[in-house]
């Protein structure tokens, strides 16, 4: 009797294999996992097979309940696999598994590439199983077999046995062979304890450790199982050539990871030859899950957890109206609607990993329908979408929308892949854009950008439904590049509003395609809208060429004012785009037209770019402490810089703006940061966004609301405007100088000023951001700086290169005078609250002692921090308070009359 099949005589069955599951669905995979892609499944020829093969789903019956039900016969056999390999594997017997935090969690590559061999209680794929046309691979996050050799995982050590008694199955060993096993990409000590603990379960085994690059291929070949890591100095072409040809021969695999939660740049392409992937160098693994599996059977295991038991529940509730819940019952404006579990269980959970899924083949540019009998599943469900697509109104409300409408519309939102020939527009877009572009002939660009971190805009607009074409024509291969549409952030849809808040798909902005160099995409999208490029690194110029699109508003620097306002007021598209070197504006239309009607002064698209340059790019970012590119540089940082040998933070990146929806209230910062108004280049609202992106949390006084530290960033601006524009209105915000001078001379009336004027505080921003103005003011008016809005910049410095060295202990103790704090411990100086820290930073900065200033106002600070200051020996700033003659008096001059006290 063959020794190692015993257990598994009776398989007719093998994981992901040769099952043959019910004629309305076909049979299951049936060639090798080995080309990079996963296996076949062979369907009947139907009108859903045509659609699957050709990938239009015009040719889908008119009835989605057919294909709602392939889709769950097509996972029934899948499961009915996992079923067979895992009593094969595990019986009826429990299941305890702790690879501890030190471990890798994995994702499939496809869905019927692998499947779970283990999964945690939390959900995670501890390990994965895979069989293809009797090709047997085994992949676990930890090397299980160091563990137990070391005496840990005890309770899995019959279960390893017979895992490895299934890996050694398509050897046909009887109990007299030599079971040969090879070793890759593991340690001496990592291969010497996996020997050593396979050695105790099989007598005549014999081991080597392939290390040798240019005899690998040999070394491996006549083993029965190749067990292989990720480390190791062999080269990506070298594993992958050896790997191929063990696929070939049907050498069963398993993988043991011994990088602990990390990866090395191998482990991906290893993991390929297992259907599996997990996540990028640097990523957490398992250290913060600690997931871990505790079941009394492998059928209590499945019934928990797995990817496709989920889509398989999703895809009948969906077919039979059979959630458990109602969307109205969500909160408002709760996006994941995490009051009702049962909504992330039943929908959330398995639609979330499908776009996950999805979009990782969209990003590699893989018109996976031109794959004969590869991706199977994906396809069929990616076609369901389509299929609901179809029949979306927009606006919906959860409040009145069925569940069922509400959540087809919410699936297809998800399950979006644009690498396609054949993807319908879809019918209602909701308030993003009309659908009818027949008013447009598609034409065609050639496009010369210099690369530019995070991305610039392409000038080009890709029509929905109508395929277009980009080929990069540039000879940087090196250097990469992706295509994307559109530019929203999905937050800015928001379906759980409670007024028709689910007004226009949810993900407009398109997974990326990474295009390399002499490559030609083909790109569908249902949604249309303008194509940006996304770039890694800064200064490369690169060439596109673009087939089929349509060419909306579009203004770069060198082209004509003219034709991009004539363009704009011909409204044949909703959106329009103006690209400056260091700022690009993606916007409505209309509200583009909203923009250049603001002011005269920046009513054609080559002014508003000079003056974006020079106050939403140049004054903001100096006033961040940044330089770069048509940044003017301010020579009292500089000075101060040199002076401490701190080190100026290069600003080369582009700030993008959506002038559309905001993710986060009326605007919400970021890159892009997005508004429900139009761009206004010295509106208080942008520069504010962009102020959030840039501010510190440390420039307010203790107990201030976050926005105190925000507008410094959209005040200075202004302020320069105000000199360098005559008749410019900066329309400043009236802040509380009346307020907080009554309060002062009311505090001087009592016994205990400053405990009157801490009664006196709010956690206003108006109030926190007033007080620092203030300290401005003292600087300017004593002659220690020309503009005292040059502090905030020298307080950036000086902030960055306190938190580098208070990142360790040597640093600091080499740096902390040079930092103003030479009396403090690294650990005291990381503890200070940011009283102590202001007080100290700011009068170092300024070179002007503050404690007359904080004690007039009633703002406490530490008796250690108060000898930092003294140790200084600086002069004192003045009991004065600055009075404007008006509340936004501070942008037309920091120079304001003063009340002695």
């Known amino acids: 009797m063959n020794k190692y099949s015993f257990l598994f005589l009776l398989s007719l069955t093998a994981c992901g294999g040769e099952n043959t599951p019910s004629a309305s669905s076909g049979s299951l995979p049936d060639t090798p996992y080995d080309n990079g892609h996963p296996p076949a499944i062979t369907l009947p020829q139907d009108p859903i097979s045509k659609a699957v093969q050709q990938g239009d789903p015009a040719l889908l019956p008119a009835d989605a309940a057919l294909l709602e039900q392939r889709i769950t016969d097509l996972i029934d ?14 019986g009826n017997k429990a299941i305890d598994y702790d690879p501890s935090r030190n471990s890798r969690l994995f994702s499939l590559q496809a869905l019927t590439s692998a499947k779970e061999l283990i999964t945690g209680n939390q959900g995670n794929t501890l390990a994965t199983v895979s069989e293809q046309q009797s090709r047997r ?19 899995f050590a019959s279960h390893m046995k017979s895992i490895t008694d299934w890996l050694l199955v398509p050897a046909s060993l009887t109990e007299k062979d030599t079971v040969s096993v090879s070793f890759m990409l593991l340690s001496n000590s990592q291969y010497n304890q996996s020997k050593n603990w396979l050695a105790s379960r099989y007598p005549t085994i014999e081991t080597t450790l392939c290390s040798n690059q240019a005899q690998l291929a040999e070394c491996l070949s006549s083993a029965h199982l190749i067990i292989t890591g990720s480390s190791g100095a062999l080269s990506e072409s070298a594993v992958q050539a050896a790997l191929s040809a063990a696929a070939a021969r049907k050498q069963s695999l398993l993988y043991v990871h011994t990088n602990s939660w990390n990866a090395t740049p191998l482990t991906n392409l290893v993991l390929t030859y297992f259907g599996a992937q997990t996540e990028e160098i640097g990523g957490a693994g398992n250290y913060f899950s600690q997931d871990k599996a505790n079941w009394t059977s492998a059928a209590d295991m499945r019934s928990e957890t797995g990817l496709l038991a989920q889509i398989h529940a999703l895809v009948k509730h969906l077919q039979y109206d059979s959630f458990s819940f109602s969307v109205a019952d969500c909160e408002d404006d709760n996006a994941n609607c995490s009051n009702i579990p049962a909504f ?26 031109a794959l004969p009998g590869q991706y199977t599943l994906e396809k069929h469900l990616i076609l369901l979408a389509d299929k609901y697509r179809e029949a979306v109104q927009f606006p919906m409300s959860k409040n009145t929308a069925s569940t069922l409408a509400f959540l087809k519309s919410y699936y297809a939102d998800h399950l979006v892949y644009n690498a396609r020939r054949f ?74 509003a409670v007024s028709n808040g689910y007004n226009r798909p949810k993900y407009l902005q398109s997974h990326r395609l990474a295009i390399k160099a002499g490559q030609t995409l083909t790109i569908t999208s249902p949604y249309g809208g303008p194509i940006q490029i996304g770039f890694t690194d800064k200064g490369t110029a690169m060439t596109f060429s673009f087939r089929q699109i349509g060419l909306h508003p579009y203004w770069q620097p060198g082209q004509n004012d003219a034709a991009f306002l004539a363009a704009l007021n011909n409204n044949a598209f909703d959106w329009a785009e103006v690209a400056t070197e260091h700022f690009e504006i993606h916007s409505r239309n209309k509200r583009m037209q909203t923009t250049l009607s603001e002011n005269s002064r920046w009513d054609t698209p080559g002014e508003m770019a000079d003056f974006i340059t020079t106050y939403h790019h140049s004054a903001l970012r100096a006033l961040a402490g940044s330089q770069g590119e048509n940044i003017a540089p301010i020579s009292e940082v500089q000075s101060f810089a040199d002076q401490h040998q ?109 405990a009157y004027m801490a009664s006196r505080y709010s956690s206003s921003w108006s109030q926190g951001v007033t007080l620092i103005i203030q300290m401005l003011m003292h600087a300017q008016d004593q002659g220690l ?109 920091l120079s304001q009359p003063k009340v002695y006290f």
């Open 77 to 90: 056999a899948e499961q009915t696999a996992l079923t067979v390999t895992h009593q094969q594997i595990f």
């Open 137 to 155: 691979s085994v992949a676990f996050g930890s090397n299980i077999l160091r563990d137990l050799d070391a005496g840990e995982n005890t309770a």
């Open 344 to 369: 992330n269980r039943e929908f959330l959970s398995p639609a979330g990993s499908l776009r996950q899924l999805i979009g990782s083949l969209d990003a590699t540019a893989t018109d996976i329908f």
């Open 423 to 496: 993807n319908p527009v879809q019918p209602d877009l909701g308030n993003f854009s009309r659908t009818d572009f027949s008013h447009i002939t598609p034409t065609e660009k050639n496009v010369t950008l210099v690369s530019r971190q995070p991305w610039r805009a392409a000038g080009v607009y890709a029509l929905p439904g109508q395929t277009f074409s980009v080929t990069r024509t540039d000879n940087n291969d090196a250097v990469a590049a992706s295509i994307f549409i559109n530019t929203q952030r999905p937050a800015s849809t928001k379906q759980m």
């Open 646 to 754: 701190f080190s100026v933070p290069t600003w080369d990146k582009i700030q993008h703006m959506n002038a559309d929806q905001p993710t986060c209230g009326y605007g919400c910062s970021g890159n892009p940061y997005d508004a429900g108004w139009a761009f206004s280049i010295l509106g208080h609202g942008d520069l504010h966004e962009v102020g959030h992106n840039v501010e510190s949390g440390r420039f307010k006084f203790n107990g201030f609301e976050g926005h105190a530290t925000t507008n410094f960033y959209s005040y200075y601006p202004k302020s320069l405007a105000a000199i360098n524009e005559p008749g410019y209105d900066h329309q400043c915000q009236s802040l509380p100088f009346d307020d907080l001078l009554a309060d002062i001379e009311q505090s001087q009336l009592t016994a205990d000023p400053m």
């Open 785 to 893: 700086l020309a503009n005292g809005w040059h502090l905030i910049p020298r307080l950036h410095l000086l902030e960055k290169a306190f938190s580098q060295a208070a990142g360790d202990n040597s640093d600091w103790e080499a740096k902390k005078a040079t930092l103003g704090f030479a009396n403090f411990t690294r650990e005291e100086a990381r503890a200070l609250d940011n009283n102590d820290w202001l007080l100290i930073a700011a009068s170092y900065a300024a070179g002007l002692d503050y404690r007359p200033y904080l004690d007039l106002m009633g703002l406490t600070y530490s008796t250690k921090a108060g000898y930092q200051v003294a140790a200084f020996g600086l002069p004192a700033a003045e009991r004065v308070f600055f009075k404007p003659l008006s509340n936004n008096g501070y942008c037309d001059s």
